[in-house]
């Protein structure tokens, strides 16, 4: 789903200011009975660099502010309250929602055989990532959306390691991330859709 359209700078667009609304989720099918938010320590560690590098992708934004949402939210009027008002004096709300599933019986059943075989069966664990970006404007009103989607497979077996290149999962986490923004980011950039 990379954007492929012609690469341009919003130059003639004017300054403005952003709200980016971020919402971490995580889903195990068949497990969890819906997605949950995750909290602040199972975010990927060092997401915050990767936006603010994405960040560079706009050309004119003058201001911006973040917030992440958290799903004790529910419950707290006073962090509503500031994410309401920061909605209110920006000139555009740019909610991202970051999904990272995986599939329970999947998991379990290459555990299982992982296991028994004492790792000597070679078994793939993928994981499925995917950002949905919703635009709206001050008044609240939807003016785009976008979608990216990817997957990682990691394989685990004991003999793997002497003939396979050896890739942090974190790192290649990190690396869809920072392609989905500065991709979709990109693509916003050029449609000018913040002017």
Excluded: C
Aim: hydrophobic share 35%.
């Amino acid at each position: 789903m990379r954007y492929e359209g012609e690469k341009k700078r919003n130059v003639d667009g004017g300054r403005t200011s952003a709200l980016f609304i971020f919402s971490h989720v995580r889903q195990t099918i068949g497990y969890d009975a819906i997605p949950k938010l995750m909290t602040k320590y199972e975010i990927l560690r060092g997401f915050d660099d990767i936006f603010l590098d994405a960040l560079r992708e706009f050309s004119n934004i003058d201001k911006y502010a973040t917030y992440t949402e958290d799903a004790a939210d529910v419950n707290k009027s006073e962090r509503r309250k500031v994410r309401d008002s920061l909605m209110t004096v920006h000139d555009y709300t740019v909610k991202l929602r970051m999904v990272d599933e995986k599939y329970f019986s999947r998991q379990f059943l290459g555990t299982l055989t992982s296991t028994l075989s004492a790792t000597l069966l070679p078994i793939p664990y993928t994981e499925y990532f995917s950002l949905e970006i919703e635009v709206f404007d001050h008044d609240r009103k939807l003016i785009k959306t976008y979608q990216r989607k990817a997957h990682l497979t990691k394989w685990v077996q004991t003999f793997m390691i002497f003939v396979y290149p050896f890739h942090p999962e974190e790192r290649k986490r990190e690396e869809v991330y920072m392609e989905f923004l500065h991709d979709a980011f990109r693509q916003m950039e050029s449609e000018g859709v913040l002017k």
